[in-house]
Structures are given as C-alpha cells and as structure tokens.
T-cell receptor, first 115, second 112 residues
C-alpha cells in the first residue's frame, strides 16, 4: 500500500497570504488528522476529519480550517498567515473506527516558511 | 490533564549503551500508549505501543515499561546504534479513540 502523501513538501509564503496544504491518506483509511510541529511547541493537534466531517478539533484559531473530500483526501487552509505559522504540518491517516484505538500513519509533512 | 510529560529533552548515548526515555500522564482515561520515532525530514512512524493491561512489552531492542499506578511509562533502547539517532515521541490516546496527545519529544543522539 502506498503511504500517506502530502503536497507540497515545501512552501514559502509572506505574512497575510493564505495557503492550502493537501493530504492523501492510505487507501481505505477514512480518518485524516492534521498536526502542527514546531521546535518550541512539539506536535500539536489541529483537527481530525472523518467521512467529510470534522470530528475533533484542537485549540487553534479560526484561521486554520480544513475539509475532507469523498475520496478521503483532505486539505488544510491557513488564512492571513503569521510568522508564527512557520512549521512542519503533518497529516496522519487511520481507518477511523469510532471507539477503537488505532495506529496513526503519518505523511512526510509540508514545511511552511512564512516571511 | 490532557498533557503527556516527557524527559529528557535530549539524550546522548554511546553506541552499545542503553537509552531510556520517560513519560508521565495524568488523564486516567488514557489507555493506549504508542511511541513514535521521527527522523529528520520524515513524519513520525510508530515504533512500539502498549496498553495498561501489561507492564512490559518488548520488540527487538525496544522495550516499553508501564507503571499504571504511577501513571508513567518508559522506552528502553538496548544496544543503542547510531541509526537509532532520531526524535522519539511518546503519546497517549483515550479509551474512546478520540483524544490523542503527544509528548514534547526527546532528541536521541547515539555516538559511534
């Protein structure tokens, strides 16, 4: 099976711009979670999508949003970029069975630099 | 209460030595504890995981020890190798499969 893929791998934006990141989960996986990774804050949970619906949400401002398509692919959008949004954005996929603990499989991440 | 604490922040070990990373949690609803390994430029990958019904789990050179009463768990890497140099994250998930929390990570360097 192909792993989780994320595009683009690297991105440079300026403050105030918006950005859209894409994640394709492992085939058959219906849950996609997004994380922000920074040296200072570690891995922080952004949100989880399952069957095109946001199922869980972390503690991030509304500038961070996402969506999931019927094929389980997911996109994450950040509007009005700030310098502090510079980070590695990781997505992880799993089968998404409710009430069952599952392994999350991570993609390689998108490294975003905001200038 | 949702946090997972992890120590040390960084660790330097000689080749062949034992690497030990410790984690602690507060939320008693957590009952699945995976460890992830992350190499530079890569996403985290599951290394080994444990549930609280066992006190120890071993896979090759990697062992998780779990102390339910103390709400602590640790990763031991025996015969550490330079190829083990990576960042290690402990994590915890609740019994509903919803809350998934990572520790802040430990950067391990194994000297040749």
């Amino acid at each position: 099976k192909a792993g989780v893929t994320q595009t683009p791998r690297y991105l440079i934006k300026t403050r105030g711009q918006q950005v859209t990141l894409s994640c394709s989960p492992i085939s058959g996986h219906r849950s996609v979670s997004w994380y922000q990774q920074t040296p200072g804050q570690g891995l922080q949970f952004l949100f989880e999508y399952f069957s095109e619906t946001q199922r869980n949400k972390g503690n991030f401002p509304g500038r961070f949003s996402g969506r999931q398509f019927s094929n389980s692919r997911s996109e994450m959008n950040v509007s009005t970029l700030e310098l502090g949004d510079s980070a590695l954005y990781l997505c992880a996929s799993s089968l998404g069975v409710q009430g069952v603990q599952e392994t999350q499989y991570f993609g390689p991440g998108t490294r975003l630099l905001v200038l | 209460q949702q946090q997972v604490k992890q120590s040390p922040q960084s660790l330097i070990v000689q080749k062949g030595g034992i690497s030990i990373i410790n984690c602690a949690y507060e939320n008693t609803a957590f009952d699945y504890f995976p460890w992830y390994q992350q190499f530079p430029g890569k996403g985290p990958a599951l290394l080994i995981a444990i549930r609280p019904d066992v006190s120890e789990k071993k896979e090759g050179r990697f062992t998780i020890s779990f102390n339910k009463s103390a709400k602590q768990f640790s990763l031991h890497i025996m015969d550490s190798q330079p190829g083990d140099s990576a960042t290690y994250f402990c994590a915890a998930e609740d019994n509903y499969g919803q809350n998934f929390v990572f520790g802040p990570g430990t950067r391990l360097s194994v000297l040749p």
